[in-house]
């Protein structure tokens, strides 16, 4: 049993994390004049770009998932619902590709 909670995904999980941190992560305490990166692989802009898209992807599904339950339960609303729907992942996309130009300029 022990060995089980062990292996957990949850711990791989953090273990992952954890490397990750390690190996890419700059050393933010002792760096020198010139700003020479020490970290082993730089993948700041790409976990960054990663965390919007997912991030992204699960507002956009929970709000379609949403309104279509909505839209099931209330069919007599439907057109205000969509169009509500197509506003909020039009924001949606918008915030998404501001922060993929802010990640993106490094």
Request: glycine share 8%; aromatic share 8%; with cysteine.
């Amino acid at each position: 049993m022990m060995l089980r909670s062990l292996f957990s995904t949850r711990s791989a999980s953090m273990l992952a994390a954890v490397l990750l941190t390690l190996f890419c992560a700059d050393v933010a305490s002792a760096q020198e004049a010139g700003g020479g990166s020490t970290s082993l692989i730089d993948l700041t802009a790409a976990f960054s770009v990663g965390l919007v898209v997912i991030g992204a992807a699960m507002g956009i599904s929970k709000l379609a998932a949403s309104a279509y339950e909505s839209m099931a339960r209330q069919p007599e609303v439907s057109g205000s619902i969509q169009t509500a729907m197509i506003i909020a992942a039009a924001l949606i996309e918008g915030f998404t590709f501001y922060a993929l130009f802010i990640c993106s300029t490094k």
